[in-house]
């Protein structure tokens, strides 16, 4: 069965998928319930999966909960579907809701909810048991303003990992608790004669605990994650404005030592040639136990995260992930939307071009967003989502028209 199940976890974590050849130069960051590092909302996924600084949005929980107390209407909700990994396999998708709502002038409250099915699973060993596993996270934030440019917010989110076989005593459901920090300036400065809107944002996402599908025994980082980010925005004229947003992100986790510093180690402890040791992937893991690497507290992880990757300075700058996105509007009704997002060959290599259109009413908004993959077999691309929200107060406004 831990074959089954290391399968589905590989299955799912589209990451890694092509960063297993521990021969090469690959040496991604590895983690937990990777379906929280996707991105649910069509608007950032336009955009390149941009939305730490960008204009305040019901979405705006994933990104940067700190942003809520500067939306205009004062509650929304937000329906987010992605069926993703398709050029590989059907029935894998992402579902999320999201809602966020202002108390008073200074405060808001938001929440979410996230549904990441991988389909049906047929397990040969079990007579062709069909399995159905899932990951699932639920989060509530508060955020305030603590200036009329500056707000910080904080999340707490509960996470459960179903990838196990029912029938097998080994593994069980993993499940972890985390929590967000999240800060946001929104400001304004004059450009060409232009009161444009200029903002930053930080957000530290999934401080937590470890999560574990064998009752503690190993135990999996979840994907802690810092993301900075700017934004400009700028209107010609009364009717047309134009957005340009960039992201910096970086997982806040520990570089796993590669198979290459266990060859060495093995060769100048043991002796022999490199190619005994290179399947050896149970001396790898026993050998890694002994490293400490899975000793290491989620709060140490942080620490180290800055400082351990084994080609040193050089290779942590490979950690970062670079976004930028573009969002032409019109009337504040039409968007049109372009990005690129980057992640260096050997820390994933997922490089992708999107785009994206919205249209938006009183009432209601309707957004959605294509990948278009630009590393050869990036089972990222040709990825669409799809978004619908509403506007309580456009909804509020409609029904008092009505009963008038």
């Known amino acids: 069965m831990k074959k089954i199940l290391f399968i589905l976890t590989l299955f799912s974590f589209y990451t890694t998928l092509y960063a297993q050849d521990v021969r090469n130069q690959l040496n991604p960051v590895y983690y937990g319930v990777t379906s929280l590092a996707i991105a649910p909302d069509a608007r ?5 999966d941009v939305g730490a600084a960008t204009d305040p949005d019901v979405n705006s929980q994933y990104w940067n909960p700190a942003k ?9 909700v937000s329906l987010n579907y992605t069926p993703w990994l398709r050029q590989l396999v059907d029935g894998i998708d992402l579902a999320n809701i999201t809602g966020y709502m202002r108390l008073g002038d200074y405060n808001a409250l938001s929440a979410s909810l996230r549904y990441f099915s991988l389909g049906e699973v047929i397990v040969p060993d079990a007579d062709d048991m ?34 196990a076989f029912k029938a097998d005593d080994e593994t069980t459901p993993g499940s972890a608790f985390a929590a967000d920090i999240a800060l946001y300036h929104n400001g304004y400065l004059n450009l060409g004669g ?32 810092m993301r900075f980010g700017l934004s400009l925005l700028v209107p010609f004229d009364e009717y047309n404005t134009l957005t340009i947003a960039a992201d910096a992100n970086k997982f806040l986790i520990p570089t796993r030592p590669t198979m290459e510093q266990y060859i060495d180690y093995m060769v100048k402890s043991e002796g022999g040639e490199r190619a005994d040791y290179e399947q050896d992937f149970s001396g790898y893991r026993t050998w890694l136990e002994g490293e400490g690497y899975y ?24 950690e970062i992930q670079w976004s930028v996105g573009l969002e032409y509007a019109y009337n504040n009704q039409f968007f049109i939307r372009g990005g690129y997002h980057y992640e260096h060959p050997n820390k994933g290599n997922r490089k992708y071009f999107t785009v994206g259109a919205g249209f938006k009413m009183n009432v209601f908004s309707i957004d959605a967003s ?19 929200a509403f506007d309580m107060d456009g909804i509020n406004d409609l029904l008092g028209k009505r009963r008038r």
Not at 44 to 48: E, K, M, N, Q
Not at 303 to 314: I, L, T
Not at 370 to 384: E, F, K, M, R, W
């Open 44 to 48: 950032a996924g336009g955009l390149g």
């Open 68 to 76: 809520y107390p500067f939306c205009i209407s004062r509650a929304g």
């Open 130 to 163: 069909i399995i159905k596993p899932y990951e699932m996270a639920v989060d509530l934030a508060y955020s305030r303003m603590l200036s009329e440019t500056f707000s910080a917010g904080v999340a707490l989110r509960y996470i459960y990992s179903d990838l």
């Open 194 to 225: 232009h009161e444009s809107q200029m903002g930053w944002g930080l957000n530290i996402s999934n401080i937590g605990s470890k999560i574990s599908y064998d009752d503690g025994n190993t135990s999996e980082f979840i994907p802690t994650n």
């Open 295 to 318: 000793n290491v507290s989620p709060i140490s992880g942080i620490f180290k995260s800055f400082h351990d990757a084994p080609n040193g300075f050089k290779e942590e700058l490979q």
């Open 370 to 388: 294509y990948v278009i993959s630009t590393a050869q077999s990036n089972p990222l691309d040709q990825t669409l989502r799809f978004s619908l």
